[in-house]
């Protein structure tokens, strides 16, 4: 029988980060609605954070130790991390024991109102015996992720390689994590290798499995950070450091690469895989274009199943749009002066849009916030600066105080902290430059802002997909995209013809509701007229050309 994730033998081999890694994994069992890791420089006596059945927000402190016991230090430390991070209980963890005087200091606090629990490695492993399932609660798969899920374990039985494209929002790692679960069903001593490219994805990635996984099955990190001996089980690595195990004589039987868009010809990806050839293989994507021309079929194969941004949310599998494009903003006299000639995209972005100030999107914002129920909203920015100059900015109005930045630039558990309250409802509202493009959940979203425009697709379905995710409750989500390039009306306007395009096949009728609109219908008229004809323009680079059409269009 294998050792529970939270045994002495586990939590000792584990270290300091094992035993925060292990708690985290116990309370998603004890039912927690969110925990997240915030331990690091700067934690202020708090190394995890999570929010219960209740609501209730706890402050975990856990100290791992090789034999001592913890001392009246880490009760201190707890109680200034409750004030902190403003949490309604507090606990000190250990894999060991207290010291008399630690116990002590509790029942004191106690008296005066503060309560502290204390959790050794015995209760850890109480709490996870009563734990009642094998595995957390299962979600019932969409009919989709069905069919995803047979397609890809069909490919795989017949020929070891698979690849799955789920659009942001339709659950890609779900159908991972079932497959993953589906292999250890039948060789439960089979080691498995999840890898990404970034330690942040590959975190996220083996909490997102522990949804999937029986409770007796062990993860472990693989990264810069993390360098387990033992690699039985799941082991979520980056794709160096798999890469530096492998060579080491690390031979998984099944390997999953998330994100696997990053996958290209030549690189440290593909001589991991190159290396474990012999090993079952499959790719999951939620945005599969790349800015080359490699083909991901050459190295997982055909796609074994695949369903786009636009077919999810024509067939309601994702959150009913209302998008609306602020195009009023284009300079009408520089048409008129200039429509003879023809410019490169980067120059006529430039002329074409006039700047659009910061304080008219927080007014549309205002206006949008007042009509949407229990809104929550995240806006994308240009810079690091932007972000912050925006969250101050939007910061100033009433319903708004607390609003972040979210950035790569924030120290990593300052940006969890960020997170975790957003989620928990504590800030109203984030602004984001690309931290939020992959692996984030945050499914209660239901307002989106483009205060910037990016020239990549997969970018901008990456973001747009923050807000699609279903949720009890959601009613639809309000998309203002405050355009300032012409690769973002042609991508939006081509959405707008697929998502609202009957299919020839099945007949289906999309979802009425679906809209996409310009709030400036002389502009949207324009826009689509002059852009009909224009193929591909949303991939076309800076330095392409195009002219305007008949002068006498113009309004």
């Known amino acids: 029988m294998n050792p529970s994730f939270v045994s002495p033998e586990i939590l000792f081999a ?14 998603l069992h004890l039912d927690f609605e969110d925990a997240v890791v915030i331990d ?59 010291a008399r005087s630690a116990v002590a200091l509790k029942d004191e606090l106690a008296r005066v109102g503060t309560h502290v629990y204390l959790w050794t490695g015995q209760t850890l492993q109480k709490l996870y015996d009563a734990i009642a399932t094998e595995r957390l609660a299962r979600r019932e798969l969409r009919p989709y992720q069905s069919t995803a899920f047979e397609k890809l374990i069909s490919d795989l039985s017949s020929t070891g390689r698979a690849l799955l494209f789920l659009a942001t929002g339709l659950g890609k790692t779900v159908v991972g994590g079932e497959v993953l679960a589906w292999y250890l069903s039948r060789k439960p001593d089979a080691k498995i290798l999840a890898v990404a490219h970034m330690k942040e ?5 083996e909490r997102a499995l522990w949804q999937h996984i029986p409770k007796d099955v062990r993860t472990q990190l693989l990264t810069g950070d993390h360098r387990p001996d033992d690699l039985r089980g799941i082991t979520c690595a980056t794709v160096e450091s798999a890469l530096h195990h492998v060579k080491s004589g690390y031979r998984p039987d099944l390997v999953m690469v998330d994100e696997a868009h990053h996958v290209g010809a030549d690189g440290n990806y593909s001589r991991l895989l190159d290396a474990v050839s012999s090993a079952a293989q499959f790719g999951v994507t939620a945005t599969p274009w790349r800015g080359d021309s490699f083909d991901l079929s050459s190295r997982f194969g055909p796609t074994s199943y695949a369903l786009g941004i636009e077919e999810g949310m024509r067939l309601g599998y994702l959150a009913e749009v209302r998008y609306r494009l602020f195009a009023d903003n284009i300079d009408w006299d520089f048409i008129r002066q200039n429509s003879k000639y023809d410019y490169s995209l980067k120059d006529l972005n430039a002329k074409l849009f006039l700047p ?19 809104p929550r909203a995240i806006v994308f920015c240009r810079t690091v600066a932007h972000a912050e100059r925006m969250a101050s900015l939007l910061g100033q109005v009433s319903q708004w105080r607390g609003a972040q930045a979210i950035h790569a630039q924030l120290p990593s558990r300052e940006r969890k ?16 430059v690309d931290i939020l493009n992959e692996g984030v959940d945050v499914p209660d979203v ?63 009728i999309p ?30 680079t800076d330095d392409s050309r195009l002219s305007f059409p008949d002068p006498n269009y113009v309004e």
């Open 14 to 27: 584990g270290g300091p980060s094992g035993l925060t890694r292990a708690l985290e994994r116990l309370l």
């Open 40 to 98: 690091g420089s700067g934690d202020n006596g708090g190394d995890l954070l999570g929010i219960d059945r209740e609501g209730k927000k706890w402050v975990f402190q856990a100290k791992w130790k090789k034999h001592s016991a913890v001392d009246t230090a880490a009760i201190k430390e707890v109680v200034e991390a409750q004030v902190r991070y403003r949490a309604d209980k507090v606990a000190v963890v250990t894999n060991t024991r207290y």
């Open 201 to 205: 994805l590959v975190e996220q990635l």
């Open 356 to 374: 659009q100030r910061d304080e008219a999107i927080r007014d549309e914002l205002i206006n949008t916030w007042a009509r949407t129920k229990n």
């Open 417 to 432: 902290e960020r997170l975790l309250n957003f989620r928990s409802g504590e800030v109203p509202i984030l602004t984001a």
């Open 446 to 508: 239901n307002i989106l802002c483009f205060a910037r425009v990016t020239h990549s697709r997969r970018i901008f379905v990456q973001q747009l997909g923050r807000g699609l995710r279903l949720r009890p409750g959601k009613e639809h989500v309000e998309v203002l995209d405050f355009v300032s390039d012409l690769r973002r009306v042609a991508a939006v306007l081509r959405m707008r013809q697929k998502v609202t395009e009957t299919d020839p096949e099945t007949l289906h």
């Open 511 to 540: 979802a009425a509701r679906n809209q996409f609109e310009f709030s400036d219908q002389n502009a949207g008229d324009f826009l689509t007229e002059w852009l009909r004809d224009a193929a591909d323009l949303e991939t076309r």
